[in-house]
Each structure stands twice: as structure tokens, then as C-alpha cells.
């Protein structure tokens, strides 16, 4: 039995849009953030952390987003998560840029535009937004670089880091992040977006 618990944040949605793409069967459990579910003592058994997303297996449980995709992957034997030592290493390496680097700026502008908003936490912090935007900036211009180069962020075939990373990338679209200085991320964005697994993923989250 796989059960994943989650509230709709982009953390979430990277492990639901790579379980949604490796097709996988499982069970989405809502926990609502803004009432402090997450913090009751009934999840926080499940988790030393207290945070989304979370992976039950069984009687078994995982937190951490890239953990738990490639755990998912691994599940099913899945193509999309390399037995090359070397090509799991790449796939775990953008995982990591995504999370700590490009990620975490993206995750700060959603925070400050969307989300302080939505849950009543003021005006956005201007010194947090324009550090954001500054560091998105270099990083993208990392990532266009090598796409350039890349159809995918590990090569030529696709991999769960694709599906993965999108769920950060998403983001630009609501923050007025433009991406048309970066043509080849821009590309790789449109492709990774059209994927039936994006559109399923969001269903369960409605």
C-alpha cells in the first residue's frame, strides 16, 4: 500500500507529478497546513520533521520530495530513473540544483507573491523578492546554458529530474518571473508541461 500525504505545494507536486508518470497506484491524503495539521501528534508519529510531502509504504514512511521520487522509481524498475551508476548520479545532481539552487529562489518569490497573500502573512518582503529574482536570474541562465546542449537535463532522454524539476519551474508563471530570455529552458518548460502525468497529478490535488 503507497500513500502520499501532501498539502498543494510544489514540494507536493514534484513527488506527485513523478508518481503520476510512472503511473503509479497510490493513495493521496490531504494535510491542511493552515489549520497545523502537520504539527498534531497523530502525523507527527509518521515523521520526525513535520512537514509534506510524505511516502507510506506499507508500515514504512519517507519525507524529503527527491527521496521519495526516486524511491517511487525504483519501486517500478522504472526506465526513467537510470541503472548506470554514473547516470543516477546526474539525475540525483539536478535533483539537488533544483532544490538547493534554482529551486529554493523560486520557492521565495511563490512564497512572497502568492502565498503571503493567500494566507494573510502581509505584503511581500522587496529584500527577499529582489534577492530571489537575482539569484533565479544567474541560475536560469545555468540551466539555459546546458540546455542548450541537452534536450533534457540529464541528455537526450527524459528522466523523473524532468517531471521534478517543472514542479519548481511552474512557479515563474505566477510570480511574473518571465522565462523569454532563456529560449531553451522556456522549450524544455512547454515540453516537460504537456505531460498527461502534470494534469493528473493536479487533478488529485483539487
Known amino acids: 500500500m503507497l500513500r502520499i500525504y501532501g498539502f498543494p505545494t510544489q514540494n507536493t507536486k514534484k513527488v506527485l507529478y513523478v508518481a503520476e508518470e510512472l503511473n503509479t497506484d497510490y493513495e493521496f491524503v490531504l494535510v491542511d497546513l493552515a489549520s497545523g495539521e502537520q504539527k498534531k501528534e497523530e502525523f507527527s508519529q509518521k515523521t520526525p520533521v513535520g ?11 519517507l519525507f524529503e520530495s527527491g527521496a521519495i521520487s526516486c524511491y517511487l522509481a525504483e519501486l517500478v524498475d522504472s526506465p526513467l530513473y537510470p541503472k548506470d551508476k554514473y547516470e543516477r548520479a546526474v539525475v540525483h545532481q539536478w535533483m539537488d540544483f533544483f532544490n538547493i ?27 527577499e523578492v529582489d534577492e530571489a529574482i537575482k539569484f533565479a536570474n544567474q541560475q536560469c ?8 546542449n541537452n534536450e533534457y537535463l540529464t541528455g537526450s532522454r527524459l528522466t523523473i529530474v524532468d517531471i521534478f524539476a517543472n514542479a519548481s519551474v511552474e512557479q515563474s508563471s505566477v510570480t ?13 518548460m512547454e515540453k516537460t508541461s504537456k505531460r498527461d502525468c502534470i494534469e493528473r497529478a493536479l487533478k488529485r490535488l483539487e
Open 51 to 61: 512537514k509534506v510531502p510524505l511516502l507510506q509504504h506499507d508500515d514504512r514512511y
Open 101 to 127: 539552487h534554482l529551486g529554493r529562489w523560486f520557492n521565495s518569490l511563490y512564497f512572497n507573491k502568492v502565498l503571503r497573500a493567500q494566507f494573510a502573512l502581509g505584503e511581500p518582503d522587496p529584500k
Open 141 to 148: 541562465e545555468i540551466v539555459d546554458k546546458h540546455l542548450g
Open 176 to 188: 511574473d518571473f518571465s522565462l523569454d530570455t532563456y529560449p531553451n529552458l522556456k522549450s524544455w
